[in-house]
């Protein structure tokens, strides 16, 4: 028998027993000294099929599709007297790569993230993802009112307990002699703090993190995300910026701001470094429909700044110069009135509009579900080789990009002095022109680190770690190789299944790329250097 029949042999047999073994009796079983636990179901999906709960998964109503042949697996924990969660596991039935990578979720949304475990599984891992103990949309989180034991599941007990009992259950189903090989973590924004929070609690969960965004400091995110709104609010105030200028501020700041980078081409790749002139915007006849009068431009100052409390107290980071004031100044979130109304208060009338930095205090202070990821000491999670790759687009309308920053500094600040070189185990890259997670007009942003159209995963025609955060860092933690830059990607029409636009270095902070001469849509005409 020739070799490659053997093969189609052997892994047409090992998809019959792999498919013969997803049942709920197989992980009942697997899980019978778990009195907690709960397996709600267990499905064998074919190659090139889809798999999701529908419109009942409020935060990701659509299926997974095109998947590889995979048993869907549904758990339920009971992690207290009132409260429980459910995950989610796609165990690949030939194509297990012998690692595990979880993903996390988006505001206080409550579901299972198949989506994005989907596109994992096309790597070749096993992938798992939480509900987080409730279901609810992101920008929802009146589920947390009279539920501190929920509060505390989404905060972090859903998360670890789920990566335990998968480890556990991929051990067991698999029968691979030595387990899973390495353990990984990939999400963005919530699921970013997620990640974190995890690593700092229990820095064995993973050998490597990609983390995007992360909502890591939960009391005063929440606190800012409210107050951004309130700037604006009521609309009667003569202070207000109707949502009809927004487009006139991006405008000029993008005008100002653009040049100062060192190349005219639409993108603004230091927001931090420009010298923006506000009054530039201020309006100089009584026609105002294209400009702001003295008392908007004050809304629109305290919305692209630090917020700094009349003690000089640091509260958070304002929106980076460039970034849509949409979304925030359009109206209050209930991403910030919605935490302080049930997680904080646990009151549904309490009223968000006298929010001062006292109540910023008061949340600090019983710090609701203990969600913050604020353990600025990552030097255990370092010192057993975890690796950690984080990035944040520039324009981000709904985490500042500045508390990404904050964060870092943070922890140079704590590691520095005890000698540990953060460049060793801890990568971070902005990524210019990119809003919350992903997306951007003009700019490359794409490094697989999430999901776009046309493809099932990575980046096509650029399968490789210099190109796709995943695999960049599945290599840094295996083979010890570290991303000195990243190449990010702009298909036409953010689509990938469409020829490329443009490409671009992302540089290793506070490293940005500079451009040198050529083509500026080709990597190669960029260089990371420090600017300053």
Same mark, same amino acid.
């Given at each position: 028998?020739?070799?490659?029949?053997?093969? %189609?042999?052997?892994?047409?047999?090992?998809?019959?027993?792999?498919?013969?073994?997803?049942?709920?009796? !197989?992980?009942?079983?697997?899980?019978?000294?778990?009195?907690?636990?709960?397996?709600?179901?267990?499905?064998?999906? +074919?190659?090139?099929?889809?798999? @999701?709960?529908?419109?009942?998964?409020?935060?990701?109503?659509?299926?997974?599709?095109?998947?590889?042949?995979?048993?869907?697996?549904?758990?339920?924990?009971?992690?207290?007297?009132?409260?429980?969660?459910?995950?989610?596991?796609?165990?690949?039935?030939?194509?297990?790569?012998?690692?595990?990578?979880?993903?996390?979720?988006?505001?206080?949304?409550?579901?299972?993230?198949?989506?994005? %475990?989907?596109?994992?599984?096309?790597?070749?891992?096993?992938? %798992?993802?939480?509900?987080? /103990?409730?279901?609810?949309?992101?920008?929802?989180?009146?589920?947390?009112?009279?539920?501190?034991?929920?509060?505390?599941?989404?905060?972090?007990?859903?998360?670890?307990?789920?990566?335990?009992?998968?480890?556990?259950?991929?051990?067991?189903?698999?029968?691979? +002699?030595?387990?899973?090989?390495?353990?990984?973590?990939?999400?963005?924004?919530?699921?970013? =703090?997620? /990640?974190?929070?995890? $690593?700092?609690?229990?820095?064995?969960?993973?050998?490597?993190?990609?983390? /995007?965004?992360?909502?890591?400091?939960?009391?005063?995110?929440?606190?800012?995300?409210?107050?951004?709104?309130?700037?604006?609010?009521?609309?009667?105030? +003569?202070?207000? $910026?109707?949502?009809?200028?927004?487009?006139?501020?991006?405008?000029?700041?993008?005008?100002?701001?653009?040049?100062?980078?060192?190349?005219?081409?639409?993108?603004?790749?230091?927001?931090?470094?420009?010298?923006?002139?506000?009054?530039?915007?201020?309006?100089? @006849?009584?026609?105002?429909?294209?400009?702001? !009068?003295?008392?908007?431009?004050?809304?629109?100052?305290?919305?692209?700044?630090?917020?700094?409390?009349?003690?000089?107290?640091?509260?958070?980071?304002?929106?980076?110069?460039? !970034?849509?004031?949409?979304?925030?100044?359009?109206?209050?979130?209930?991403?910030?009135?919605?935490?302080?109304?049930?997680?904080?208060?646990?009151?549904?009338?309490?009223?968000?509009?006298?929010?001062?930095?006292?109540?910023?205090?008061?949340?600090?202070?019983?710090?609701?579900?203990?969600?913050?990821?604020?353990?600025?000491?990552?030097?255990?999670?370092?010192?057993?080789?975890?690796?950690?790759?984080?990035?944040?687009?520039?324009?981000?309308?709904?985490?500042? !990009?500045?508390?990404?920053?904050?964060?870092?500094?943070?922890?140079?600040?704590?590691? =520095?002095?005890?000698?540990?070189?953060?460049?060793?185990?801890?990568?971070?890259?902005?990524?210019?022109?990119?809003?919350?997670?992903?997306?951007?007009?003009?700019?490359?942003?794409?490094?697989?680190?999430?999901?776009?159209?046309?493809?099932?995963?990575?980046?096509?025609?650029?399968?490789?770690?210099?190109?796709? %955060?995943?695999?960049?860092?599945?290599?840094?933690?295996?083979?010890?190789?570290?991303?000195?830059?990243?190449?990010?990607?702009?298909?036409?029409?953010?689509?990938?299944?469409?020829?490329?636009?443009?490409?671009?270095?992302?540089?290793?902070?506070?490293?940005?790329?500079?451009?040198?001469?050529?083509?500026?849509?080709?990597?190669?005409?960029?260089?990371?250097?420090?600017?300053?």
């Amino acid at each position: 028998m020739s070799g490659s029949w053997a093969t %189609m042999i052997r892994l047409l047999a090992s998809m019959t027993a792999a498919k013969s073994r997803c049942t709920p009796e !197989t992980f009942t079983e697997i899980l019978a000294d778990r009195a907690e636990v709960t397996v709600n179901f267990a499905h064998a999906i +074919p190659l090139n099929g889809s798999f @999701g709960q529908g419109p009942a998964n409020i935060p990701y109503p659509m299926n997974s599709t095109q998947l590889p042949a995979l048993c869907a697996v549904g758990i339920n924990v009971k992690s207290s007297e009132s409260s429980s969660y459910n995950f989610g596991l796609f165990l690949p039935d030939s194509t297990w790569n012998k690692r595990f990578l979880a993903t996390g979720n988006g505001g206080y949304g409550g579901g299972i993230n198949w989506p994005d %475990m989907g596109i994992f599984s096309h790597y070749g891992f096993a992938t %798992m993802s939480t509900d987080t /103990g409730h279901i609810s949309g992101p920008t929802d989180g009146s589920w947390a009112l009279n539920a501190p034991e929920s509060i505390i599941d989404w905060g972090h007990r859903a998360m670890h307990g789920s990566v335990v009992l998968s480890k556990h259950i991929i051990t067991k189903y698999y029968k691979e +002699p030595g387990g899973i090989k390495y353990s990984y973590y990939a999400s963005c924004s919530t699921g970013g =703090r997620q /990640g974190l929070k995890e $690593i700092q609690l229990h820095p064995e969960s993973f050998d490597g993190v990609s983390v /995007g965004a992360p909502a890591w400091w939960s009391t005063h995110l929440a606190g800012s995300t409210l107050m951004q709104g309130l700037y604006n609010h009521p609309e009667s105030d +003569p202070k207000y $910026i109707d949502p009809a200028l927004f487009s006139v501020i991006t405008a000029e700041m993008k005008k100002q701001c653009d040049p100062q980078d060192g190349l005219v081409d639409n993108i603004i790749s230091d927001p931090f470094g420009c010298d923006f002139d506000f009054e530039a915007l201020l309006c100089t @006849g009584p026609n105002s429909s294209r400009c702001l !009068t003295a008392a908007q431009l004050t809304t629109l100052y305290k919305f692209y700044n630090d917020w700094v409390d009349t003690n000089q107290e640091y509260v958070f980071p304002g929106a980076s110069l460039g !970034t849509d004031p949409g979304f925030l100044m359009s109206s209050v979130s209930t991403l910030g009135s919605d935490f302080y109304r049930s997680f904080v208060y646990n009151d549904s009338d309490w009223d968000y509009t006298k929010l001062t930095y006292k109540d910023i205090q008061f949340a600090d202070a019983i710090n609701p579900g203990a969600a913050s990821a604020d353990d600025f000491d990552l030097s255990p999670f370092r010192n057993r080789g975890g690796k950690i790759i984080k990035y944040h687009g520039t324009a981000d309308s709904l985490i500042p !990009t500045g508390s990404s920053i904050q964060f870092y500094k943070k922890v140079l600040q704590t590691l =520095r002095p005890k000698g540990i070189d953060l460049d060793d185990f801890y990568r971070f890259f902005l990524v210019p022109d990119m809003g919350h997670c992903s997306g951007s007009t003009t700019g490359p942003w794409y490094t697989a680190s999430g999901g776009i159209r046309g493809v099932t995963h990575s980046v096509p025609g650029y399968e490789d770690a210099e190109h796709d %955060m995943i695999l960049a860092m599945m290599k840094w933690v295996e083979t010890g190789k570290a991303p000195d830059h990243l190449i990010a990607t702009k298909f036409v029409n953010d689509d990938a299944s469409s020829k490329v636009q443009s490409q671009r270095p992302l540089c290793v902070y506070p490293r940005q790329a500079t451009y040198v001469s050529g083509n500026p849509n080709l990597p190669g005409s960029w260089k990371c250097k420090f600017r300053y």
